[in-house]
């Protein structure tokens, strides 16, 4: 049956000039089938270089959301309307407006994991790789309100000794990820590396060897001389691992970090997307307007 789904994916892609984007944290079949595998940011600048008609962003509301913001003149779709994103949800643009009047002269860095509302209203982005070259650009000086997450907050802050005002957002996923788990897993596998997202708490990234986003940890492993290695991040990411590096073994800190939001899509559900055109994700003009200020900033530093 997936082979006849696949099939029907293909000849419709072909038809609407679509091209699929699917997420490092997504199930290994919607990988499979993608065009392009990354992180949220690349995804979207890899879409807007091509000549689709059609982005399918399989990953989470926000992310569609980047890639409207970049292909203004294409349409974007994700297969579930519902898979959005829990740290994305912790800030809303009315609650930063009021936090901003609190530090006006305060400049705010968001996380690109936040909505295109939350962008608009803020003075730069980051994502989890570049956070701390996007930090240290700012004038010494300036206060800095960082959203939503307040453990990629304190990870940036830990790597260059400065104070930031934290918004109280985290990843659920990443915080299913224990200390402990990571004492036992080393105990277990001494021979391992520990790497580790950002996203995690201050203690799990303590005991890491590595601490990198998405595709810093994919080219981590793929670099690194070691044999072996305890993944900190959702697990969806094991499935590129384990394609790209069949040589090396990878077990995650614990499979309960596991994000439900990015597996509600399905193979099934990518290809009535595709049949349907749904779910079409757009961006008010005057939303986007300011929040590609934002990412624009990032992109120029960058």
Not at 12 to 31: C, D, M, P, S
Not at 38 to 46: A, E, P
């Amino acid at each position: 049956m997936s082979d006849l789904i696949i099939e029907k994916i293909s000849e419709l892609k072909k038809k609407n000039n679509a091209v699929i984007l699917a997420h490092n944290y997504q199930r290994g079949e919607i990988q499979d089938v993608a065009d392009f595998v990354g992180d949220s940011l690349g995804l979207s600048q890899q879409a807007a270089k091509t000549d689709a008609d059609l982005i399918v962003f399989c990953g989470v509301h926000f992310m569609a959301e980047t890639a409207a913001l970049l292909s203004p003149d294409k349409t974007v779709i994700m297969p579930d309307e519902h898979a959005g994103c829990p740290m994305a949800s912790m800030i809303t643009a009315r609650e930063l407006k009021e936090k901003k009047k609190l530090y006006p002269n305060a400049k705010v860095v968001c996380y690109v994991n936040t909505t295109a509302a939350v962008k608009a209203e803020s003075d730069i982005c980051c994502t989890s790789s570049n956070a701390v070259k996007i930090v240290s650009s700012l004038p010494e000086d300036a206060e800095i309100i960082f959203v939503p997450d307040k453990s990629l907050g304190a990870y940036v802050s830990s790597c260059l000794g400065r104070e930031m005002i934290y918004w109280e957002g985290y990843c659920p996923t990443h915080h299913r990820i224990l200390a402990e788990q990571i004492v036992k897993m080393k105990s277990d596998h001494p021979e391992a590396e520990v790497v580790v997202h950002p996203e995690c708490t201050p203690d799990v990234i303590a005991l890491a060897d590595h601490v990198a986003s998405t595709t810093g940890i994919l080219n981590y492993v793929q670099s690194s001389n070691s044999r072996e290695f305890v993944i900190g991040t959702e697990i969806g990411i094991l499935h590129r691992m384990k394609k790209e590096n069949p040589d090396k073994t990878f077990m995650p800190v614990t499979p309960l970090s596991d994000c439900p939001n990015m597996k509600l899509n399905t193979l099934e559900k990518l290809l009535w997307s595709l049949e349907d055109f749904q779910f079409v994700v757009t961006v008010p003009e005057d939303i986007a307007v300011e929040a590609r200020k934002a990412i624009q900033r990032m992109l120029d530093l960058s």
